[in-house]
């Protein structure tokens, strides 16, 4: 049995996520939102899992690092800066950072990579997601991870192809660009496609949620595996052994 905490335990994530440690036989450690004292929730726990806002990520990793504990982040919406910060915190404790945890899109974020090394740069990338109208960061983190195994297929670098809101005389597309679409609207959990379109032939793989339990299952598998792992960052692949 682990002892979890999470942090944004109110939210539509940390609801789904109490379920799913209580399905599991897991012992849930409390939860910390804005305002409450993430140190004091570590204190507690064996792992914490984080799906709340970038705003709080600093002060996240700084409990974990500081309580000795690994941490799982779901929240998306992150920038470099993040990304620069998990990397600094990961040399100290064992974090698992990823914009989906859901085995579903951690298979297809497999097959997108290899379907992007064998289809050369004549087949362009679109990757379309939709999401329920509450969310607040675009593209979804999911979008933005198929796009990074997209461009580890292809081997060029995702920030210097990305193409992303297109609006207006936009000009012709980019030979070799990764496009992304974002679509918001109703209580839609997450579809993500990625279309490779050739010359009068596409090929589209795509992944719907159904509900967020996916998500949460997700998660509290990540972290029952991050304990007891040594210091480093890790993603859903290690944890499926995809
Ligand atoms: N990786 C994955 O598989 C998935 C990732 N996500 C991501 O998880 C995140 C949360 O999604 P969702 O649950 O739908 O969002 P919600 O808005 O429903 O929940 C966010 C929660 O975080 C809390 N919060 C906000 N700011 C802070 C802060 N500074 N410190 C601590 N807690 C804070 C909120 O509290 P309050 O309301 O009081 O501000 C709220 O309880 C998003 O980034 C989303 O994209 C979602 C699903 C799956
Ligand atoms: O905000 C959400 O709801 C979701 N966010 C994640 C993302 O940004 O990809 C994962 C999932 O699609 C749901």
Do not use: C
Not at 177 to 182: Q, T
Not at 212 to 220: K, P, S, T
């Amino acid at each position: 049995m682990t002892t979890i905490g999470i942090i944004g335990s109110k939210g539509r994530m940390g609801r789904a996520l109490q379920q799913a440690i209580a399905d599991a036989g897991h012992e849930y450690a409390g939860g910390a939102d804005e305002g409450d004292d993430v140190g004091a929730l570590a204190a507690k726990a064996d792992v914490l899992v984080d799906f709340s806002a970038p705003v709080a990520l600093s002060a996240n990793l700084d409990a974990a690092v500081s309580a000795g504990i690994p941490m799982v982040i779901g929240t998306t919406g992150l920038e470099a800066s993040h990304h620069a910060a998990i990397d600094t915190a990961a040399q100290k404790t064992a974090i698992l950072q990823t914009g989906n945890t859901s085995l579903g899109v951690t298979l297809l974020a497999h097959l997108v990579e290899e379907a992007a090394a064998k289809l050369g740069d004549d087949w362009d990338i679109e990757i379309v997601e939709m999401h329920h109208r509450m969310k607040v960061d675009a593209p979804s983190g999911t979008a933005l991870l198929l796009g990074e195994a997209a461009a580890n297929g292809r081997d060029i670098d995702l920030a210097a192809k990305s193409e992303r809101g297109r609006d207006g005389q936009t000009g012709a597309r980019e030979r070799g660009a990764i496009g992304f679409a974002s679509l918001r609207g109703g209580t839609v959990a997450g579809d993500h496609s990625v279309t490779f379109a050739g010359d009068e032939e596409r090929i589209t793989l795509t992944h719907n949620a159904e509900n967020r339990m996916i998500f949460a299952r997700g998660a509290v598998k990540a972290a029952e595996w991050l304990v007891g792992k040594d210091a480093g960052r890790y993603a859903m692949p290690d944890v499926l052994d995809l």
